[in-house]
T-cell receptor
């Protein structure tokens, strides 16, 4: 069974631009969660999608948004990028709930200049 | 406020030695506690997951313990190998609600030959 895949793996953007990251969960998994990881803050929960609906949301500004498609693939969008958005963005999938066994993808390294 | 504290922040040991990492949490009501291993630049990989009724779980040379009364967990690594060099992250999920996980900042382990 293929693992969680994320594209692109690396991205360099300029302040003010927007970016879209993609995540394909493990086949059969319906819950997809997104996390931001920085050296200073560690892993922080962004949001969780389940059956195309946002089920949970972390404490991030509205510039961070996401969606999930009918095949459970998910995208995350960050608008009006700031330098502080530079981070490793991780996607994780689980069968049905964010609080249980999760499988993480390799992440997308976003650098904002 | 739900919190997960890990100690030590970093640890250096010699190959072949054992070590123990600590995790204290204030997440309530408790659902489960997970330990992840994260290699530099990669996504976290699950080592163990424990629910309230479990007080020990092993995965090869990794053994996790849980004391739900004192809200403490430990991860013991036996006969360390160079490949154990990584960040170890403790994650606790609450029950009866959103199940959003709370992450510790991790312990950075370096194994020297």
């Amino acid at each position: 069974k293929a693992g969680v895949t994320q594209t692109p793996r690396y991205l360099i953007k300029t302040r003010g631009q927007q970016v879209t990251l993609s995540c394909s969960p493990i086949s059969g998994h319906r819950s997809v969660s997104w996390y931001q990881q920085t050296p200073g803050q560690g892993l922080q929960f962004l949001f969780e999608y389940f059956s195309e609906t946002q089920r949970n949301k972390g404490n991030f500004p509205g510039r961070f948004s996401g969606r999930q498609f009918s095949n459970s693939r998910s995208e995350m969008n960050v608008s009006t990028l700031e330098l502080g958005d530079s981070a490793l963005y991780l996607c994780a999938s689980s069968l049905d709930r964010v609080g249980y066994e999760q499988y993480f993808g390799p992440g997308t390294r976003l650098t904002v200049t | 406020k739900n919190q997960v504290e890990q100690s030590p922040q970093s640890l250096i040991i010699l190959e072949g030695k054992n070590c123990t990492l600590q995790c204290n949490y204030t997440v309530s009501p408790f659902s489960n506690l997970r330990w992840y291993k994260q290699d530099t630049g990669r996504g976290p990989v699950s080592l163990t997951i424990m629910t309230f009724s479990e007080n020990t779980k092993s995965n090869g040379r990794y053994t996790a313990t849980l004391d739900a009364d004192t809200k403490q967990s430990s991860l013991h690594i036996t006969a360390s190998q160079l490949s154990d060099s990584a960040s170890y992250i403790c994650v606790v999920s609450a029950a009866g609600g959103s199940y959003i996980p709370t992450f510790g900042r991790g312990t950075s382990l370096i194994v020297h030959p």
